[in-house]
């Protein structure tokens, strides 16, 4: 799933590090959901809205696989 997550801690001057703070997740976690390598829950996905002051649809890209016939 693709999604904002960089884009926005950096708006907000975060580092990974920071924001992983703040969410209680380490820096690594932070990397891999921003690299697409890891899906977070839903609470941590609405505690990373929450931070960036936004819906999580604003954050969170969702692109449905298409279908092969």
Known sequence: MKNKIEQERK??????????E??????????????GRYNPS???????????GCA???IFLFEEEEEST
């Open 11 to 20: 708006a907000l001057g975060l580092t990974q590090s920071a924001l992983g």
């Open 56 to 58: 999580i649809e604003d």
């Open 22 to 35: 703040r969410l209680g997740v380490s820096r690594q976690t932070i990397i891999s959901i921003e690299r």
């Open 42 to 52: 839903l609470m941590l996905a609405f505690q990373i809205a929450r931070v960036f």
